[in-house]
Structure formats: C-alpha cells, structure tokens
C-alpha cells in the first residue's frame, strides 16, 4: 500500500530503482530468458527457484511462494518500516522525500540528526577501544571471560567500557560536539555539570535496525553495592524504546552472510542476547524493556516467521509474558512460549546447564493457549472441588479469545481430564451447543471458487489478451484482495498491468503469492495442452458469476422465508425468478446481477 505516498511517486521510485541490480545485492542471480534466478533468501534451498521479472518489476519464490516488488523486499531484507525502505531507497537513487518539500525545517533536523548519529558512533568507538586496551580494560575483560563473554562475542556486540565520569566527556568535546549534543543524545544528564551517565561501567551499545548506535546501557562489573547493576538510556531524539529491538542489526548481518532465519527467540534483556549469542545461539532479541509494542512485533515478523518467547522465570517473566504473546500473535506470527526454571533467566540458564540445557527448553516450547492453561492450572489447588471449579472458569476465559471451533474442542476435551468435568457441561458453560453446526457453504465448493478467482486474477496480472476487464461483474469477485486487485485493473484504462506498480496499490496479505504460484502450475498444464488457457478463463468466470447468484439467491430465499411483508415477499420471489433463468444460462453476458 501507498502510506502516505503518491502512487506517482512510489512508481518514480520503483522505475529509477533497478529491481535486479538491487536484489542482487543480497542474492546471486543469473539470467535465464526475460527473468533472472536465484537461491531464495528466505529459506534454504539446493535448487534455484527464486525469480525476479524485471520487467514487471516483482520477485516470486516458486519454492516457499513469496513475492512482491523492490520496496518489500528491502523491507523485508533489512527489517525495515515501509516509511524508512522508501526512504533508504529514495536516498539510494537521488530523488526528494515528500517531506522534504512540505517541511521548511526538514534539511536542518536532517543536519542534526546527522550530527547526533556520528557522535553516537565516536561514543561507541571510544568505550570500545577502552574495553580493549591492555591495561585500562583488563579488569572488564576478566569479568566478561567469567561469564563465558570473550573477544569474539565482545567485538560482535561492539561492547566497551567507561573509565570514569569524566574521560567520555573531555574527548567529545575535543572532538568539538557541544555539551547539548552530548545531553540530547542522553551521554549527560547535567549540561552545566556534565559526566558520563555511565560512569564506570561496561558499556553495550543499543543499535537499531539500520546499524546506527542510538542508545547505550551499562553494566556494574565491580561488585559494587547499593547501585543499581544496569543503567539503560532514556528516550532521546534518536532512541525510542517502543521502537527498539536490540539485536535486529546483527540477525540482518547474518542474514547477509548467507544465514537463512527460520526462527527467533525473544529475550528479556541484552545481556541475554549476548550471552546466548556466546554460547552459539545467535537469533536471540530483545525487546527495550518488558511491555512489546504492536510496532515492534511487527518488526520481528520481518526478521523470521516464527517466535520463541524466552523470559525469565519468574512472576514478572510470566507476566510480561502473558501481556506480549497475543501482540505477537496478532502480528501473524507462530509463537512458542518457552518456561525456563523458577527464577532463572535464559544467561544463568545457557551457562548453568549449557547451550544443550537450553536447546532443550526450546524443545519443550507449547503454544500460548497451552502455556496460559499450564498458567491456569498451576494457579489453582487441583485437589480440591474449590481448586478445579476456578481451574474450569479461568481455562474457559482463555479459550474464548480462540477463533477456531476445532482447536477450541481439543482444548475443552483438555480441560474436561484436568477437572472432571463433562464435555457436556463444558460447552454449556462456554455458551457452545456441542454440535458441530453445518457449514453453509463446504470446504470444496470454497475451495474451487478461490481456485478460480485466483486463475481470473492471474491471467489479469498477466495482461492475457482475451480479458476483458469490463467483462467481469464486481459482484463475481468474493475475495477482498482479489477486489482490490480488480479495482486497481479498471483503473488502468487500457494501461498495461504491472505486478510491481499494483503492490503500492493493494493491501496484500500473502494471497498475492497463491496468484503467481498458480502461474507455473496452469503454464505446464497449459503446456502439456491438458486445458486450454482461453476456454478455461471463461469456465472460471461463469463459476465466479454463478457463485455470485447462488449467494443472492439463499439471501432472497431466507427474505422470503423470514420477511412479514407481502410486498417484500412478492418482490423476492419474481427476482428469484431471474436469477434461476440466469443460473441455467450458458452465456457470461446473462449473468450480471445488476442486469
């Protein structure tokens, strides 16, 4: 979709950035007719089946059956927002952000930021170079080796070290940044006094997607009592915690490196993630804080498909956990839940019981209705009437929220073993019948209609000859992104389709891929003349066209059958008429509701 843009300029954008030279970038790709093929980035695979058709400006994987044009793939590449590729991309290719000309003030805050990013960056450089200098960082250096942290790992997270409250200051300003930048970017809390706001401390730089440090926390290493062992940034100009998950930047290094990323485990802090990535385990993350924006699940569902939520297992681990695994679930993602021991974090856990005693609790990783249950049932004495009684009411809240019916019955048959209850009396108390209610419509018959919106669809994209978009009636097309898709080829006018123009257009949700992967399956049916293309168009519209009167039909029919009116009644029964003349009818022409 467009957000924000003008589709004039999302497709400037698109036209200036070369599609294959991109991609190239981050996959090898050789040409092979009219498209260029690779190994897909997104999964494993031995044999090349990821294409990019150039001409068209898209990409689509006939493996794992993802697509989409140069903008979701950055996106995609680099775990990035939509608002921050386009820009990436419009900066790559020399053309003016929108805002830039709306925004009088916008060259000047660009400045700034500019200026706060590369001091940022010389603050990293020098907790760094402390950290490793022989004699000033020795004492941190042990204490990292203690905790199974060596060099390789500490040059990975660029970890440093502050000397003092006053070292970090005096070289900043010889390096000639002002005492503001040094508060606005939170290294100061006091510009007529200032210090290092993490004196004393090992230092873990906070950096974001695009590899920018914007932030900083510190580590007590002495063993000093009284104080607080973490000290975190506050929010600045350039670091929001809401917006920040540490780790993405080198997930994404990797990824360039050629690693593919089926999964993530999500920690609670960044000591986690690096003492998890020592131990070898290196697609952990962690969230700026225990409370996970909608925002940031989303960010993780760029990086990987699925989710192990790792937190401490305490009650504040278990809690946070409960309030974040929805807002990943209604992100999209597959989320596992992983219950660690009484009090231990996934650092004491990976260097108490090994990189295998961890692995092993990834294993045991359950669902999150499995896991709220287990919560349910260990809050609850279940040798007791009283006990099981609360076990069943708060079991049935959780199983409300679930959408599937099936999945909702396994989980009831669940609950019934855990408490004795009948499934009888479950259902009842879950406001359920305890029949499985007939589908009004069947599985097949769905099925074989979005087979053949999807083959219509893809002969549109396909800019086939014999389609005629004034041909095919709004009302014959039942699936929201199939519509939107409709619309915008009405649209044209005339104008050839184009794949990677329609993406700024239409909010797809994945159902674009099922399109382009039915291409190659209809082109080797096509091929080997097991149907004929053009024919088979129209059996699909009719298909489509008839779909669309049955459903008008079973609606005139309970009007009919629910309606106290005598007009009404009338009325329904002589356009039940028409439709049953137009159902029978071999012609497409005959099949348009509104005629």
């Not at 793939?73 to 680099?78: D, N, P």
């Not at 485990?265 to 993630?273: A, F, K, P, Q, R």
């Not at 305890?434 to 099925?447: D, R, Y």
Request: hydrophobic share 35%.
């Amino acid at each position: 979709m467009s957000q924000g843009f003008t589709p004039e300029f999302l497709d400037e954008l698109k036209y200036k950035c070369d599609i294959v030279e991109i991609i190239s970038q981050y996959v090898p790709l050789q040409k092979n007719g009219s498209r260029y093929k690779g190994c897909c980035p997104f999964h494993k695979e031995k044999t090349a089946s990821f294409c990019v058709m150039p001409n068209d400006g898209y990409y689509h994987c006939f493996g794992c059956g993802v697509s989409g044009d140069v903008i979701k793939f950055v996106m995609e590449m680099e775990s990035m927002s939509f608002f921050d590729t386009v820009r990436y991309l419009a900066d790559k290719v020399g053309m003016q952000m929108p805002e830039m000309k709306l925004d009088p003030q916008f060259k000047e805050k660009k400045e700034r930021s500019e200026v706060l990013k590369q001091l940022m960056r010389d603050a990293a450089v020098y907790y760094r170079n402390n950290l490793i200098d022989p004699v000033k960082g020795k004492a941190a250096r042990e204490y990292l080796e203690k905790r199974g942290i060596g060099e390789e790992t500490s040059k990975r997270y660029g970890l440093g070290l502050s000397l003092d409250y006053d070292s970090l200051v005096g070289y900043l300003r010889r390096k000639e940044y002002k005492l503001k930048d040094l508060f606005d970017c939170g290294l100061i809390a006091n510009v007529d006094k200032p210090s290092d706001a993490f004196a004393n401390r090992i230092i873990v730089p906070i950096i974001n997607s695009k590899s920018e440090v914007v932030a900083f926390g510190g580590r007590i290493y002495h063993g000093e009592e009284n104080i607080a062992k973490y000290k975190n940034s506050t929010n600045t100009q350039l670091f929001d915690k809401g917006r920040t998950i540490y780790g993405v930047n080198f997930l994404k290094r990797d990824r360039h490196a050629g690693a593919v990323i089926h999964d993530i485990i999500l920690v609670e802090g960044y000591m986690d993630v690096i003492s998890l990535g020592a131990a070898g385990v290196r697609n952990a993350v962690a969230g700026m804080g225990t409370a996970l924006t909608e925002g940031q699940a989303h960010e993780l569902k760029r990086l990987a498909p699925k989710v192990y939520v790792c937190y401490d297992g305490d009650g504040a681990g278990k809690k946070a956990t409960l309030r974040n695994v929805d807002i990943l679930l209604n992100s999209g993602l597959e989320v596992r839940v992983v219950s660690l021991d009484d009090g231990k974090d996934p650092d004491e856990t990976v260097r108490m019981d090994g990189v295998d005693g961890f692995v092993k609790k990834l294993e045991e990783a359950v669902p999150v209705t499995d896991y709220k249950l287990k919560l349910c049932e260990d809050a609850c004495d279940m040798s007791t009437y009283d006990g099981r009684t609360k076990y069943v009411k708060s079991a049935l809240t959780v199983l409300a929220a679930l959408k599937d019916s099936s999945e909702r019955e396994v989980y009831l048959e669940l609950i019934s073993l855990k408490s004795g209850v009948s499934m009888g009396k479950l259902r009842e108390m879950a406001g359920a019948d305890g029949a499985q209610k007939q589908e009004p419509v069947s599985q097949e018959k769905i099925a074989r209609g979005l087979a053949a919106s999807r083959f219509v669809l893809s002969c549109i994209m396909q800019n086939k000859k014999f389609v005629n978009i004034d041909d095919i009636d709004d009302d014959w097309i039942l699936h929201p992104v199939h519509k939107e898709v409709v619309a915008y080829a009405r649209g044209l006018q005339g104008e050839a389709f184009n794949v990677g123009k329609m993406y700024s257009a239409v909010a797809d949700d994945g159902e674009i891929n099922a399109v382009i992967d039915l291409q190659a399956e209809f082109e080797k049916q096509i091929f080997a003349k097991k149907i004929k293309e053009e024919e088979y168009f129209y059996d699909c519209l009719v298909t489509l066209a008839n779909e669309s009167i049955l459903n008008r039909l079973d609606t005139l029919k309970t009007l009919y059958n629910t309606s106290g009116n005598a007009d009404e009644k009338r009325k329904a029964v002589a356009e039940i008429n028409v439709l049953q003349k137009k159902l029978k009818s071999k012609s497409l022409a005959d099949k348009h509701l509104a005629t």
